[in-house]
């Protein structure tokens, strides 16, 4: 799945049409691939970052579900997957390093 030839494109705006559309995002990162459900998009010293469930890290899912940080720089690629998620019971909205600096977060139904 891409994002349409007349919306932006890029990796930040592929990131927020996953977060709207609650869809799982493949990058990748740390030279392996990754699938990751991202949850919040905000900005840290000037630099943005994606909170995220990983759901597969080159191919296997992990140990345990855990919300985990990641630059955006260091995504490589992120393309939209046909593949949602529900929003994890884990991911805090409210937390205080999402205030005043969050860009776009999941809305849980």
Do not use: C
Not at 62 to 89: I, N, Q
Request: no cysteine.
């Amino acid at each position: 799945m891409t994002t349409p030839a007349n919306g932006p494109t890029g990796p930040v705006p592929t990131m927020f049409e996953a977060i709207v559309r609650q869809l799982a995002v493949t990058a990748t990162y740390n030279k392996g691939t990754v699938t990751i459900a991202p949850h919040i998009l905000y900005t840290r010293h000037g630099e943005i970052y994606v909170d995220a469930v990983t759901m597969e890290r080159d191919g296997k899912p992990p140990r345990e579900e855990k919300v985990g940080t990641f630059k955006m720089d260091g995504l490589g690629a992120p393309t939209l997957t046909d593949t949602r998620f529900t929003p994890s019971s884990l991911f805090e909205p409210a937390a205080e390093k999402y205030e005043g600096v969050t860009l776009m977060a999941v809305e849980r139904s």
